[in-house]
Structures are given as structure tokens and as C-alpha cells.
């Protein structure tokens, strides 16, 4: 049988709430095994412990799959949390439904612009928003927002969705609802403002001060490793509930998410799956983003080179485990002090979730879209190690290694296709080069403040440890990378 509200489930399964008894509050786009195993699962806590009518309507944007897994399931699926010891499981009732907007975004803006709706989530990725960095608006020339500036009345982008429910929900004399990226990238709430209010001044006048007068835009932290769910999940799933399960996701028992608490028309009680609600949450994604992303950049760029498949993989490879542990330390030493954080202890922490054997978090997953995530999780804390007098040769060694991976070169693993949204300019660039070719190269393409490629040290580090890279085989490099790592500790 498949997964339902008819299913007989164990009573320690159960969601801890009667789901049909709880209306819609919040619509999510982009649902993905991230949101389901982050923002649904900590909705589904919230639930259990203070009610509301605070259920999600998943919408994925561009595949069927997520509703047609989910909608025969009325909704529910397994969460599988797994560490060294086993997998404990729970089935979620956060989700009321699931649409897909593809085609046909009629259905998505009208729970946008109903009046129930009171918050809007995105996991969508950032290379799916269409932001502008260096103007702090929308990128007209981003496929999605420039079909959508062209036909605002049948969005398919997350900026066209956005403005034109806020659009409906204006002409119907509705507040606005608050907006939250849920999404990995730094100052997610204002660069996502800012987007979505140039967006609207370009087709809306009007409705571009009405946002930006009325509507909230929380910035958030997450942090939960979730990788994507296989045969196994599903069957550990069945094996667990009695009953198919096609929509199961799986991920560790570890869950963070700060939120910068701006909700004019209220939220879930979040805290009770662990969020953390402050004033301000750029310290905490400073932390995450030089900590645990960069460590995670450095480890899938050279762990991918040198043969491992898993992040478990890595950390089982002790001269690798060991520069990671190098990059936490340096990134950790250039980081202000946090109040109710020992970076110590979450480095520990860190080093331990990455070596969890249940999890399998693929390194080539982890190693996508590398000039869009270097520039937060390695470049911008250089600044910081030169003014601290903290080392920055291990910034170069996750820098030199990103660039082994964008220039194709294969003279130690398999062939692989770049993902990227820059692939085509970078393997234009980087193919076949040498190592200063390819530094010279990416210093001039934007992707890195000025600054980084300007620092003379620092270039001269990525350029001798890349060329060597591009030499030999990532494992001798690793291993003798991991000696100097010892003779400086």
C-alpha cells in the first residue's frame, strides 16, 4: 500500500497532531528534499507543540515529480534521520498539498493571494532567483525574470510569482505576506528584497512602494545536511512504516536555522524544531558560510579528485580529514567572537557530522555551482585572515582545488560535465591552460572581489598549489599538503 491518512502507522511515527485539523499559513517554492527535511520538518514540531493554521503548499517550479510523489500520499511522507548508531524516523503532516506551477501558474498565485497565506518560503537555489549582486536588484538578462518581465501575468520565475501575488494580494486589499529565502546565500533576505522590488518597478510602479513599505523580507541561516534520497531511503522508508513511501527523504539528526524574527502576520512556533530567532543573523551566517560551507567547497573539490564519492569518504581519508580540519581552524580564527558559540566545539561538531557513515552526501553534489558559493565561503574571509595575521594557505589550497575542477582536467579521474552556471565561460577559459593562464584568467572574470586575486601572496599560493594540482594526482598532492598542514601546526 502507498503512504496515506489511511495508513496504519505505529504510534511513535505519527505526526504528534491531527493534520486535517490545522489550515494553510505559509506557501513554499521549491519543494525539494531540503525543504522537506528543514522548513517542514521543523513546521511539523511547531505544530505538534502549539497548533495554528500554519500548513505548506509545496509548489516545485519546474518538475511534476514532487506532486505527483506526494499528492497520492495526501500529503505525507517519511523523514529518516540517520547517524552512526541508526535511522530513527517520523512521518511529517506539515505539507496540505503539493501543485506544480510549470505551465500553469494559476494555482500557485492563488494560495499566494489568498488571504490564509501569510508567509511565502523559497529553497529554489540561488542561481534560480535572478539577483544582481552588484546592484542589489533583479538580473534582467536572467533567463526567467526576462520571460517574466515580458509576460507578468503568467509568471513561471520566482521574482514573476512573487510580484504578481503581491500584485493580487494589493487589488484585493490584503497585507502583504512575509517573504523568507530559505536558501544557502548570504543576506538572503535583503538581496531578495531588493530584487523583488526592482522587479516590480519595472512593470508596477505603484506596487514597487507597497513592498517596499509593507512587506518583510527576514533574513535566515540553515543548516542541515540532506542528501538526495535513493532506492534506499525509499526502502528503508517501506520497512520502517509498513507502506511505500515514493516522497521519503533522509538526513542527520542535526538541524539549524536562525531567523531574523520580522513577521507582521505572525509565524509557527519554529523554536520548537530548533530555530533560533535574533536581531540580526549575519554573525551566524558568517559562521556557517566560512566554517561549514567552506570546509565543505574545499573537501568536495579535492575529495572528488581524489577518488571519494562520499563526504564520509573524505573524513575517513586521514591526510584530507586532516586539511579540513586545517580550513575549520583558519576560517574559525577569522571570525568575531559569537555569544553562545564556542567555535571550538562547533568545529568539533562539524568535523563529526561530516564523517557521519549513515549519511551519503555526494562530493560531485557539494562541488556544483563553485562561482557562485567560493566568493561567500572562501574569498570573503580573506580580507579578515590579513588583518588577523591568520594564514591563508588553506583558502588557497580550497581556491587552487575549485580551479583543478573547473578546468576539466582529468589526468587522474574520469571525465565529468561541469555544473555550473558560468560552465561554458569557464571551460572556455581554464581548458588546457596552465596554472597561471587559469589564475590570470579567473582574476579577470568577476568572480572574486579585486582584492583577492590582487593579493600578491595569495595569488602566488593558488598558482603554485594548482599547477601542482594539474601535475599530479590530487592524492599525492593531498598527502604532502597534509605534511606541510603538520610541519606548520
Not at 74 to 103: F, H, N, W
Not at 200 to 207: D, S
Not at 218 to 247: H, K, S, Y
Not at 358 to 369: K, L, P, R, Y
Request: aromatic content about 6%; proline content about 7%.
Amino acid at each position: 500500500m502507498r503512504l496515506s491518512s489511511a495508513t496504519d502507522l505505529p504510534a511513535e511515527l505519527r505526526p504528534g497532531y491531527d493534520p486535517q485539523a490545522h489550515g494553510t499559513g505559509i506557501v513554499h517554492l521549491g519543494l525539494g528534499a531540503f525543504a522537506r527535511a528543514h522548513l517542514a520538518a521543523a513546521t511539523d514540531a511547531a505544530l505538534a507543540q502549539a497548533g495554528g493554521d500554519w500548513r505548506i503548499l509545496g509548489v516545485s517550479l519546474r518538475s511534476s515529480a514532487p506532486a505527483e510523489e506526494l499528492t497520492p500520499q495526501d500529503g505525507l511522507y517519511t523523514l529518516i534521520e540517520r547517524d552512526g548508531t541508526g535511522a530513527k524516523a517520523r512521518v511529517i503532516g506539515a505539507l496540505s498539498g503539493a501543485i506544480c506551477s510549470a505551465g500553469d501558474p494559476g494555482p500557485a498565485l492563488a494560495a499566494m493571494a489568498d488571504a490564509g497565506c501569510r508567509i511565502v518560503t523559497l529553497t529554489v537555489t540561488e542561481k534560480a532567483y535572478g539577483l544582481n549582486r552588484a546592484t542589489r536588484g533583479c538580473d534582467p538578462d536572467h533567463p526567467a525574470v526576462a520571460a517574466d518581465l515580458a509576460a507578468p501575468d503568467r509568471p513561471q520565475g520566482v521574482l514573476g510569482l512573487i510580484v504578481r501575488a503581491l500584485e493580487m494580494r494589493r487589488a484585493g486589499g490584503l497585507a502583504p505576506f512575509t517573504v523568507l529565502c530559505c536558501d544557502n546565500l548570504p543576506e538572503n533576505g535583503p538581496l531578495l528584497r531588493g530584487a523583488v522590488i526592482d522587479f516590480a518597478r519595472r512593470i508596477y510602479p505603484g506596487l514597487a512602494d507597497w513592498i517596499a513599505a509593507e512587506t518583510s523580507f527576514p533574513a535566515t541561516m540553515v543548516d542541515r545536511i540532506t542528501p538526495a534520497p535513493t532506492d534506499a531511503t525509499r526502502a528503508e522508508a517501506a520497512r520502517l512504516t509498513g507502506a511505500e513511501d515514493l516522497a521519503a527523504v533522509e538526513t542527520e539528526p542535526f538541524l539549524q536555522w536562525v531567523i531574523e524574527d520580522s513577521f507582521p502576520l505572525g509565524r509557527p512556533a519554529w523554536e520548537a524544531g530548533g530555530a533560533l530567532f535574533v536581531p540580526e543573523v549575519t554573525p551566524y551566517e558568517e559562521m556557517k558560510l566560512r566554517m561549514l560551507n567552506g570546509s565543505h567547497s574545499l573537501l568536495a573539490y579535492a575529495g572528488f579528485h581524489a577518488g571519494h564519492r562520499y563526504v564520509r569518504d573524505v573524513m575517513a581519508d586521514p591526510a584530507l580529514a586532516a586539511l579540513v580540519r586545517r580550513h575549520l581552524s583558519a576560517a574559525a580564527a577569522t571570525l568575531a567572537e559569537l555569544p553562545g558559540i564556542d567555535l571550538g566545539a562547533y568545529s568539533d561538531a562539524l568535523a563529526a557530522r561530516f564523517g557521519n557513515p549513515a549519511i551519503a552526501h555526494e562530493t560531485f553534489q557539494i562541488a556544483m555551482d563553485g562561482s557562485e558559493k567560493m566568493p561567500q565561503r572562501i574569498f570573503a574571509a580573506l580580507p579578515e585572515a590579513r588583518s588577523r595575521g591568520v594564514a591563508t594557505r588553506s583558502f588557497a589550497f580550497a581556491t587552487a582545488a575549485w580551479l583543478r575542477h573547473a578546468s576539466g582536467a582529468t589526468h587522474d579521474c574520469p571525465p565529468y560535465e561541469l555544473r555550473d552556471p558560468r560552465a561554458a565561460e569557464l571551460t572556455a577559459a581554464f581548458r588546457g591552460r596552465d596554472a597561471a593562464e587559469i589564475v590570470a584568467a579567473v582574476a579577470s572574470m568577476g568572480i572574486a572581489p579585486p582584492g583577492v586575486f590582487a593579493d600578491e601572496g595569495f595569488r602566488e599560493e593558488t598558482q603554485a598549489l594548482l599547477a601542482d594540482m594539474l601535475a599530479r594526482s590530487m592524492t599525492d598532492v593531498i598527502a604532502d599538503e597534509a605534511r606541510v598542514a603538520a610541519a606548520c601546526a
